[in-house]
């Protein structure tokens, strides 16, 4: 669990700041712009995306802390719920932050299907949203509003590259497989896009129920298809697994593998040897070579004890996001249309490299292709600059 | 026996009034949580018909709730069809339906066989839903609106707006509860008691209990259906997870933390349940464990529920003491 | 809330799987049908690991054990902790396993022996109140991450059959292992005291009394034989699945189904149950993927409509 | 010659091996109390059981009413007019004696999906219900919960159930088990009162209680029918005196 100092939940708190109680009661904006604002955490504290949670709050109080404990010269009072990446409860979840706690921003979260209908609540309660992870095209595509910022990736955009990768590597024939849910078809439908276009063809399409991670029978029938590549997406336990059947099938090195980085990012370790040589396209790699990755690599560690990811990088850049906007209107949280065209100008000098937001809210960022040798992410270059995401049916 | 016969009904009526009050006083975020726990009520009610009255241990109710809530979904979703009355048809036609068929399979084995066969085509609902891609896949979908009933262009009933949704909800509770009142005191409801007393018996007096076990499943589900659509509603939102066997458990459990066989438990379990996950989630992300350790201690410790010492009368005892007697075999059933 | 867009199952039709028509699927080799026997069998082994010991439970004790999944659960964390303490695969078994028999009998002793008496419904609730807490210490315990265990060193490898097909050596392994279990198992129950009882109490639990045998005990051998069966399944199968927190919960249902199927209380119908559905399984994730999950159950529900307690019950 | 009421051909039903009854072929007369005697294990109580419905026979038919009954589920068999009561009591415990009896008395309503009306608004089931507690000798406890009455009121009870479902035919396995002196004495009386006016086939142990209540009797000997006679006849029959009252003597 996340070991960070800061407030577990609203009552620890209140219990503990006769402050909070003082502001939590008063009515807001009696007295100009308020001393502190309320951020709102929705983010899976259980579950199997637990680790996922804890890195994207400690990248964001970590970026909190390089900033003096303040963004835009307010203080900030955070309130906790855990998600537990369960769609059926995350209206309920976010309406309890918007509604109950009343908080000003809300950041969140790791899952889809649950960031979907949070984020619906967010446009029906008008309240500043910054989407850490989930990176379902919807959310800056058909749900995109003022009010909603993302500063992770779409699924598109984690993909689409891979597409240009693969047929130059000049493979020609691909397999596809991933799980039968909604971000694994967009992350597959992201690479076929490019990859047809560039003239290259689908062998087969498996998509397995989510979250089944028994994949021996789809990959004795790859290994009878013959396909030049296979492309694929899973995440955490999928990932791991089909990496290791992959290997223990026999069909490592010979039947190469692509996907976006997820496939590989937080499971090198548990994989071992069977993930060498798997290439991924993804916004940022643990390794890339640049000041601010290199300090924050360093001060993630020292903070938490742990190797950053590209989760903590979100909820640090998700900080750096909201501090802009903040400082632009000097702390004023209702200010909301100047803080928007504020947010909406930033730009973020993020561990990741540079990036901007396009008019949807999504980050307007470089890919890169990575490789995995000898049980690190090598990074071989950009697959896409400064990459947009078509955002179509975005009517904000 | 007698004075349980005026208490419960009084307590559902103070309930009912506490509720329809409510919102003059409560904060909004409790008035949205008072909405969900009617609607939980109301498909707890449900299940008490079958677990509480009848004794068939159904683990796989979300399936008829979640039924009828994906059939609203894609008829608002991808028919744009928003009238109320036509949406209500068609969801608890589409629960009444699964229950008929759920129950005909299941309703001739008994005891944890009928147990473990309703979990397990309760399972087989969540996989039809999860898997065809129809439905909307893993992580389920949200309604593009909300039902409302309309004459012409004047609308009547706008369940998009909060406190319409909320009364109508309180009305389906007290609705449902003066239903299952009714079908319980008619000869119907005699038999259903018969059978969870002493099924053999009841068929040797002349009664086909196959019959009377697979209408009350029906009714039951019909009954969740309604509650499912009114969740779906409610929530804006629908998804496999809704269909889960966890959901049947949780249900379950809230039928005994309130009292099976009372019809007012389960409602008063539903308050209890909500109310205690909503508290217990902010003191810690382990939540889960004192929800666990909790079930646990009423399995243990509370057998007759919350309105235990009201809706005494023993009968709830006796019939536990009765089982045992049964082996496994007879508790196989006869088929 | 109007203008919300459309559900998102709208786009694309779904059943559309094959881009490729299915004149085009290609002509699937002698090795290709084998190797997926193989997959089908070695899941089937697994399963019936796990069914046994529930149909067992079900069977002799008259319990719906929800938990029974939660125990595989532990059997892989355990492997894959010991496993990384001891750095011996072998050692993590023999440690593991008694320890969650340890765990199942001392749960046996504080939770069930006060339910024997009670209704059904109280057992399965308390079977579910279980889960959460198995699962939750489990998070405070080990983390909800994933963990990989690897191979050991000697079952690493696999057998080449085609230049691409090949069959990985430690699954035949986990064939072997569960071939061998199911033996010791059948062996126990035919022709040992205690398999008497097992069968006595299998068929009917007053005859157990009449026989003049201790319920009790032969109660917590079983539940013990259960629970070490589930851990067992969860450890050896470790190295091939990832360890995760869902890993019991699907394991159970899947478990229910073939128990439904096989018929409560029988061993021979549990095996026979596995096989069916290890290789319904892994022929429907081929030629039906989209109604892959939905595929078992279809065919639980049509022998229940033959059968309805199933192919081999008792009685 | 009465009319036959109920007939069996040949009726037979094994258990694995055991032929706990063997082609038994019986005619069973209108408006006469039909005995069933035998030693332990002659199968009185499996034929019963066939009788009623509650097991399926192996081999054979039985007509009742001229009608032939012989795969038809226990609670149609109830709705012809056949009623049973068990030799283990089989009631409702934690239900008043009338509403034990209301459950039979229900079983004569047309239809069954009866929603609407409270049970308690068909004064024709009351009536039939409340009969069958006068008839059983319960009417001064019909408000009393059934687990608290003496062993000797719930055999009254599990005969006035039965009554209640009004049946032309009654078949009484062992109505006087388990039963102290006096106990046994009020049901024999209550037997014989209802022998006056139904078709009765009892099953019973106490020699002078079935020779006092039934006019014909049938004497069964490991599944088999022995003979079948008046009352005077079995009496003075050598071979059931060899058969069964010799041992009974022994006894």
């Given at each position: 669990m996340s070991d960070t100092p800061f407030v577990a939940n609203r009552r620890q708190f209140l219990a503990t700041t006769a402050a909070g109680v003082a502001v939590a009661g008063l009515p807001r904006f009696a007295i100009g712009a308020p001393k502190r604002i309320k951020v709102g955490l929705m983010l899976p504290y259980s579950g199997t995306y637990t680790l996922l949670g804890n890195n994207i709050t400690d990248g964001f109080k970590l970026r909190l802390a390089e900033l003096g404990e303040k963004l835009g010269g307010v203080e900030v009072e955070f309130v906790r719920v855990d998600d537990e990446s369960s769609p059926p409860k995350a209206k309920d979840n976010a309406a309890k932050l918007i509604v109950k706690d009343k908080v000003d921003v809300l950041i969140g979260t790791v899952h889809s299907g649950v960031a979907e209908a949070m984020v619906q609540v967010a446009r029906e309660e008008g309240t500043l949203t910054i989407v850490p992870n989930a990176g379902s095209n919807r959310i800056t595509r058909e749900l995109c509003a003022p009010n909603i910022f993302r500063t992770s990736f779409s699924n598109w955009q984690a993909n689409h590259p891979c597409g240009d990768v693969v047929l130059k590597d000049g493979h020609r024939n691909v397999a596809l497989i991933s799980w039968n849910y909604a971000a694994g078809k967009e992350m597959l439908d992201g690479f076929k896009e490019s990859f047809v276009a560039g003239g290259g063809k689908i062998a087969k399409e498996f998509l397995p129920d989510f979250p089944k991670d028994e994949f021996q029978a789809y990959l004795t029938e790859i290994a009878a298809l013959k396909p030049d590549a296979v492309y694929t997406f899973f995440s955490g336990g999928g990932a791991l697994k089909f990496i290791k059947d992959y290997a223990a099938a026999g069909l490592q090195g010979k039947i190469p593998l692509y996907g976006p980085g997820f496939l590989t990012d937080g499971v090198l370790a548990a994989a071992g040897p069977a993930a060498e040589g798997i290439k991924t396209t993804l916004h940022y790699a643990l390794t890339l070579d640049n000041p601010v990755n290199v300090k924050f690599r360093e001060s993630f560690q020292k903070a938490t004890g742990r190797e950053a990811d590209v989760f903590a990088v979100q909820g640090y850049d998700a900080a750096s996001l909201l501090a802009q906007g903040l400082t632009a209107v000097k702390g004023d949280i209702g200010a909301k249309k100047a803080l928007y065209a504020a947010m909406e100008k930033a730009e973020i000098d993020s561990p990741r490299g540079k990036f901007t937001l396009s008019k949807s809210h999504n980050p307007v960022q470089d890919i890169y292709l990575r490789q995995v040798k000898d049980g690190k992410e090598v990074v071989l270059g950009v697959a896409a600059k400064a990459l947009n995401d078509p955002a179509t049916g975005c009517k904000a | 026996m007698q004075h349980q016969k005026l208490a419960l009904p009084l307590l559902f009526a103070a309930l009912a009034v506490g509720i329809a009050l409510f919102p003059l006083v409560g904060d909004t975020f409790y008035i949205r949580l008072v909405a969900k726990i009617v609607v939980l009520g109301i498909l707890a009610m449900s299940l008490d018909l079958l677990v509480?009255?009848?004794?068939?241990?159904?683990?796989?109710?979300?399936?008829?709730?979640?039924?009828?809530?994906?059939?609203?979904?894609?008829?608002?979703?991808?028919?744009?069809?928003?009238?109320?009355?036509?949406?209500?048809?068609?969801?608890?036609?589409?629960?009444?339906?699964?229950?008929?068929?759920?129950?005909?399979?299941?309703?001739?084995?008994?005891?944890?066989?009928?147990?473990?066969?309703?979990?397990?085509?309760?399972?087989?609902?969540?996989?039809?839903?999860?898997?065809?891609?129809?439905?909307?896949?893993?992580?389920?979908?949200?309604?593009?609106?909300?039902?409302?009933?309309?004459?012409?262009?004047?609308?009547?009933?706008?369940?998009?707006?909060?406190?319409?949704?909320?009364?109508?909800?309180?009305?389906?509770?007290?609705?449902?509860?003066?239903?299952?009142?009714?079908?319980?005191?008619?000869?119907?409801?005699?038999?259903?008691?018969?059978?969870?007393?002493?099924?053999?018996?009841?068929?040797?007096?002349?009664?086909?209990?196959?019959?009377?076990?697979?209408?009350?499943?029906?009714?039951?589900?019909?009954?969740?259906?309604?509650?499912?659509?009114?969740?779906?509603?409610r929530g804006g939102f629908i998804s496999p997870a809704h269909v889960n066997w966890h959901e049947s458990a949780m249900v379950l459990i809230v039928v005994i933390l309130g009292g099976m066989g009372t019809l007012v438990g389960p409602v008063v379990g539903a308050f209890a349940l909500v109310l205690l996950e909503d508290y217990v989630a902010d003191l810690t992300d382990h939540w889960k464990l004192v929800i666990g350790l909790f079930v646990i201690g009423v399995v243990l410790f509370l057998p007759d529920g919350l309105i235990g010492p009201l809706a005494k009368g023993g009968k709830r005892r006796l019939c536990l003491f009765r089982r045992p007697k049964e082996t496994p075999r007879e508790s196989i059933g006869d088929a | 809330m109007a203008s919300l867009p459309p559900l998102r199952s709208g786009e694309g039709s779904g059943w559309g799987q094959y881009p490729a028509s299915p004149g085009e699927r290609v002509r699937m080799d002698a090795a290709y049908y084998l190797i997926q026997i193989l997959n089908g069998v070695q899941y089937g082994f697994l399963l019936f690991l796990v069914a046994s010991g529930l149909t067992l439970i079900f069977g002799i004790m008259g319990i719906v054990n929800l938990a029974h999944g939660a125990f595989y659960m532990v059997g892989a964390y355990l492997a894959f902790w010991l496993d990384s303490v001891t750095g011996s695969f072998t050692l993590a078994l023999l440690i593991g396993v008694p320890v969650s028999v340890g765990l199942g009998l001392a749960i046996e002793r504080f939770g069930f022996t006060h339910l024997y008496r009670r209704d059904h419904l109280y057992q399965v609730l308390f079977t579910f109140g279980l889960i959460l807490v198995i699962g939750e210490l489990r998070s405070i315990l080990w983390g909800n991450d994933v963990y990989g265990v690897d191979v050991p060193p000697l079952l690493a490898g696999s057998i080449p059959l085609t230049e691409t097909q090949s069959y990985p050596i430690y699954r035949l392994f986990i064939s072997l292992a569960c071939l061998a279990t199911a033996a010791g198992l059948t062996g126990l129950i035919r022709y040992t005291k205690l398999g008497m009882m097992i069968r006595a109490g299998a068929s009917n639990r007053e005859m157990v009394q009449v026989l003049g045998l201790d319920v009790n005990r032969l109660f917590m051998v079983v539940f013990g034989i259960g629970v070490g069966l589930a851990a067992f399944a969860g450890m050896i199968a470790a190295p091939v699945n990832s360890v995760h927190p869902g890993m019991g919960d699907e394991i159970l249902i899947i478990s229910f189904v073939v128990v439904v199927i096989g018929g409560v209380g029988s061993i021979k119908g549990a095996f026979f149950g596995a096989m069916l559905i290890g290789l319904a399984d892994t022929f429907g994730a081929v030629f039906l993927p989209e109604a892959a999950g939905v595929v078992v159950y279809a065919l639980m529900a049509l022998v229940l409509v033959w059968r309805p307690r199933g192919l081999f019950a008792g009685g | 010659m009465r009319e036959t009421i109920l007939e069996t051909r040949n009726l037979s039903r094994t258990f694995g091996g055991l032929r706990a009854v063997a082609g038994a072929s019986l005619a069973f007369e209108k408006g006469v109390?039909?005995?069933?005697?035998?030693?332990?294990?002659?199968?009185?109580?499996?034929?019963?059981?066939?009788?009623?419905?509650?097991?399926?026979?192996?081999?054979?038919?039985?007509?009742?009413?001229?009608?032939?009954?012989?795969?038809?589920?226990?609670?149609?068999?109830?709705?012809?007019?056949?009623?049973?009561?068990?030799?283990?009591?089989?009631?409702?415990?934690?239900?008043?004696?009338?509403?034990?009896?209301?459950?039979?008395?229900?079983?004569?309503?047309?239809?069954?999906?009866?929603?609407?009306?409270?049970?308690?608004?068909?004064?024709?089931?009351?009536?039939?219900?409340?009969?069958?507690?006068?008839?059983?000798?319960?009417?001064?406890?019909?408000?009393?919960?059934?687990?608290?009455?003496?062993?000797?009121?719930?055999?009254?009870?599990?005969?006035?159930?039965?009554?209640?479902?009004?049946?032309?035919?009654?078949?009484?396995?062992?109505?006087?088990?388990?039963?102290?002196?006096?106990?046994s004495w009020r049901v024999i009386d209550l037997l014989k009162r209802l022998g006056s006016d139904h078709t009765m086939i009892l099953i019973e142990h106490d020699m002078d209680a079935v020779f006092s209540i039934a006019q014909r009797i049938t004497v069964m000997v490991n599944g088999t029918v022995l003979e079948t006679g008046s009352v005077e006849e079995i009496r003075s029959s050598p071979a059931v005196r060899e058969a069964y009252l010799g041992e009974e003597h022994a006894a």
């Open positions: - | 509480g009255y009848t004794g068939l241990i159904s683990l796989g109710h979300a399936a008829f709730s979640g039924t009828a809530g994906y059939v609203a979904a894609a008829l608002i979703n991808k028919a744009g069809i928003l009238d109320l009355p036509t949406l209500l048809a068609a969801s608890l036609t589409a629960s009444g339906l699964v229950a008929l068929v759920i129950g005909w399979i299941s309703v001739r084995t008994t005891g944890i066989y009928f147990i473990m066969i309703t979990l397990a085509l309760g399972q087989m609902v969540f996989f039809f839903f999860h898997d065809v891609s129809f439905w909307g896949g893993a992580d389920g979908v949200n309604l593009a609106d909300k039902p409302a009933v309309a004459v012409g262009e004047t609308v009547l009933l706008d369940l998009s707006v909060r406190i319409n949704f909320y009364y109508t909800a309180l009305a389906c509770l007290v609705l449902v509860y003066l239903l299952l009142t009714m079908v319980l005191h008619a000869p119907f409801g005699q038999v259903l008691r018969g059978i969870r007393i002493n099924e053999a018996r009841t068929k040797a007096l002349g009664h086909d209990v196959q019959r009377y076990k697979l209408a009350c499943f029906v009714i039951s589900g019909l009954i969740a259906g309604l509650a499912g659509f009114l969740e779906v509603v | - | 109390v039909h005995a069933v005697l035998g030693p332990n294990g002659a199968g009185k109580t499996t034929l019963i059981n066939l009788l009623s419905g509650d097991l399926p026979p192996s081999e054979g038919m039985i007509l009742f009413k001229g009608q032939d009954v012989t795969h038809m589920p226990v609670h149609k068999r109830v709705h012809l007019g056949i009623g049973r009561s068990y030799q283990k009591t089989n009631i409702f415990p934690e239900l008043t004696c009338l509403d034990n009896c209301w459950l039979g008395a229900q079983a004569r309503l047309p239809g069954w999906l009866n929603l609407m009306r409270p049970a308690r608004g068909y004064p024709a089931v009351r009536d039939r219900a409340e009969r069958a507690l006068v008839l059983c000798g319960l009417d001064h406890r019909a408000d009393a919960v059934a687990a608290t009455l003496s062993h000797g009121e719930m055999r009254q009870l599990e005969i006035g159930m039965m009554l209640a479902t009004e049946p032309d035919l009654l078949l009484l396995d062992e109505p006087l088990a388990g039963m102290g002196v006096e106990e």
